[in-house]
């Protein structure tokens, strides 16, 4: 019942608001996280953020350029991606459950969102 949006093609140092909205399912009452994945490789964990307490969560190497945030109003979670490089390039989805903090064990994906940076 996710679905991503805001995907595109962006230059590098550029930026992209990608949105993950829901039918069916109240975000707010969820954790909510980011992965990626290039073809051939590992899905990786981006970022995610705590319903309960609002706490976020970073990997390394989009820490300080990525932001997760909320829109609880319009049941969205944003993941506002700036400074972008080539290696950001990566299918993007997001994902929801309902207990436990982390990039781990999640229930809900939606189909994921095509990012490519290049010149």
């Known amino acids: 019942p996710l679905v991503e949006s805001g995907g595109g093609l962006v230059q590098p140092g550029g930026s992209l608001r990608l949105s993950c909205s829901a039918s069916?399912?109240?975000?707010?009452?969820?954790?909510i996280g980011w992965f990626r994945q290039v073809p051939g490789t590992e899905r990786e964990g981006v970022s995610c953020?705590?319903?309960?307490?609002?706490?976020?969560t970073y990997s390394d190497s989009v820490k300080g350029r990525f932001t997760i945030s909320r829109d609880n109003a319009n049941n969205t979670v944003y993941l506002q991606m700036n400074s972008l490089k080539p290696e950001d390039t990566a299918v993007y989805y997001c994902?929801?459950?309902?207990?436990?903090?982390?990039?781990?064990?999640?229930?809900?994906w939606g189909q994921g969102t095509q990012v490519t940076v290049s010149s």
């Open positions: 994902a929801a459950k309902s207990s436990g903090f982390g990039l781990y064990n999640y229930d809900y």
């Open positions: 069916g399912l109240s975000l707010d009452r969820n954790n």
């Open positions: 953020t705590s319903s309960s307490d609002g706490k976020t």
